[in-house]
């Protein structure tokens, strides 16, 4: 039977001892920039002109965006906070230059705008690959993510993964996020399996902080999103460029 990846000791073998592999989405399975990045400097933009003046530079400091690098700052909200909890950054922001809560309010009723789920989703690997063969593998698979429930299934769906993916936990659950324990006891329990039988797949610190709460047996670290190797390596059992790096060997 195929591995993901060859070798004694691999993150592919690794898996083959677990039952559950658990994926954050964004910069894990989609690439966070193609998603994002365009989506704070739309919002500043929209923003300052529901406001009549400049709330960029404090909008890209509150969410933590770099528009040097283009790139969600490692650690900040926008690499792992829910979207009510921008809007509220966003809000507070706004506040500092209306003239009253109303006002602000009305500004960013006005601006705000989740990105496209279907059109900025960009794989990265190929994920109806990936997951059959971890499926055939014996493994089942489970997404937990700090995005919004109507645009992760749309994502999913889009990207022809839904059928594949045994459960999916989002912010908008009613669960306390990441770094919480949270997601992933409830992605265990739902489906009857023991947090040390799972893995965590993330970019972000957030992520494997997660995994590491709830107990997970393996956390598996990756560099396609928000978080450096530096970020990631004392919270991580391995670190792989991406997921793709599952489908070597």
Do not use: N
Not at 60 to 71: K, N, Q, T
Not at 113 to 119: S, T
Not at 167 to 183: E, H, I, S
């Amino acid at each position: 039977m195929s591995r993901p990846r060859g070798g004694p000791g691999s993150v592919g073998d690794r898996l083959d001892e677990l039952d559950l592999a658990i994926f954050d989405k964004d910069g894990t399975l989609i690439d966070f920039d193609a998603m994002w990045s365009g989506w704070v400097v739309d919002l500043a933009d929209r923003l300052e002109s529901a406001v009549g003046g400049p709330v960029r530079d404090r909008l890209y400091a509150a969410i933590g965006f770099d528009p040097g690098s283009g790139r969600a700052r490692p650690g900040g909200p926008l690499a792992a906070m829910p979207m009510t909890h921008l809007r509220g950054l966003a809000l507070d922001v706004v506040g500092g230059v209306t003239r009253s809560p109303a006002d602000a309010e009305r500004a960013v009723a006005q601006a705000w705008k989740a990105p496209d789920p279907i059109a900025l989703a960009h794989p990265l690997a190929d994920l109806p690959l990936l997951f059959g063969r971890l499926r055939a593998r014996g493994l089942r698979v489970a997404v937990a993510t700090s995005d919004d429930r109507g645009p992760t299934e749309a994502t999913l769906a889009g990207l022809g993964v839904g059928s594949l993916i045994d459960a999916v936990v989002c912010a908008d659950d009613g669960l306390p996020v990441k770094p919480a324990p949270a997601m992933v006891l409830h992605l265990c329990r739902t489906l009857g399996v023991d947090p040390v039988r799972s893995a965590m797949i993330g970019d972000a610190e957030a992520d494997l902080a997660m995994g590491r709460a709830a107990g997970v047996g393996l956390r598996i670290g990756v560099l396609s999103g928000v978080g450096t190797r530096q970020d990631l390596e004392p919270l991580a059992d391995a670190i792989i460029p991406s997921i793709a790096d599952l489908l070597d060997g």
